[in-house]
């Protein structure tokens, strides 16, 4: 259906832009001096590391991707390391944030969403 391929190319378009942008932005918040290419090559190298298993949260492989985009553009490894520490930061807390917003929105909680996971794997073994 070309109108589903054209809508999944411009949300991933979109979502990835979007992403671009908010590496870029912390960037210049932190007053890290940065272009778009820097915020989209810590967005890039991110994504290529977090894809791999890794740990809990990409605790670690996120703080080790920032500093090799930095390493690349010749940065400083202390601004690297504050950066991903405060990046990581605050996705949690807005990620975080919003899931609670939407479960509101949907009127459910947590505890409802683990009884359906145990039911539907209860339901498969």
Known sequence: NPKRLFMVL???T???VTNFV???V??????IEASLLLGTTVAVIIALAVAAPSAPGFVGV???????????????EEQAFVYSVITHI????????????VLSKAGMKLNELRDRSEKSLESVV
């Open 10 to 12: 411009f949300l991933t």
């Open 14 to 16: 979109l979502v990835w």
């Open 22 to 24: 908010l590496y870029w």
């Open 26 to 31: 912390l960037l210049y918040l932190l007053n």
């Open 62 to 76: 996120f703080q080790t991707a920032c500093l090799a985009s930095f390493a690349l553009f010749t940065l400083p």
């Open 90 to 101: 605050f996705q949690y807390i807005f990620f975080i944030a919003y899931g609670v917003f």
